[in-house]
């Protein structure tokens, strides 16, 4: 009997999927019109016109914006997409809503242009762990855009992994 260590997982034909690896470079930024209001809470539109056209939206450079508004205002559709219109030239990406609303609008694009020609008839894990703000959304989209093409799909690493799709 050998007393070599065999390393299975290394061996075996498991491909791991790490999302982080994907994850776009770019400062996040959540901007709030809250402080655009009157009292917090009632646009009117001139004033908030003139501190849109007046703020500088050069510092977003790169960035990835969030627009939101944190108080109960009722903010019309225009105010966003005017505040949008302004972000365009300067900033990666804009949506209207939080952080992570924001982290599944970027993995949306990152999955939806993933080419994954390199995973066919091969054995999945998806690991489940991560340093960056991965949203939960981008793992079921991930696994959707694979299950056409892998043999298998596993969670979590390679020493303790949860079985999610077999090919029959």
């Known amino acids: 009997m050998s007393d070599e260590i065999i390393n299975r997982v290394a061996n075996s034909k498991l491909v791991t999927i790490n999302l982080e690896d994907y994850y776009p470079k770019g400062q996040r930024v959540l901007f709030d019109i809250k402080d655009w209001l009157f009292e917090g809470l009632v646009l009117h539109e001139k004033d908030f016109r003139n501190q849109v056209a007046e703020y500088d939206w050069s510092q977003y450079q790169g960035s990835y914006m969030a627009i939101t508004c ?3 205002a009722i903010i019309p559709g225009w105010a966003f997409m005017l505040i949008s219109l302004h972000l365009e030239p300067y900033a990666k990406k804009v949506v209207v809503g939080n952080l992570e609303q924001l982290e599944t609008s970027i993995y949306q694009d990152v999955i939806n242009n993933m080419d994954v020609s390199e995973f066919q008839d091969k054995p999945l894990i998806i690991k489940g762990c991560s340093k960056k703000p991965v949203p939960q959304n981008a793992y079921t989209m991930l696994v959707n855009k694979l299950k056409p093409v ?19």
């Open 70 to 72: 944190t108080t109960d």
């Open 150 to 168: 892998a043999t298998s799909i596993m969670y979590g690493e390679a020493c303790s992994s949860v079985p999610l799709f077999k090919k029959k």
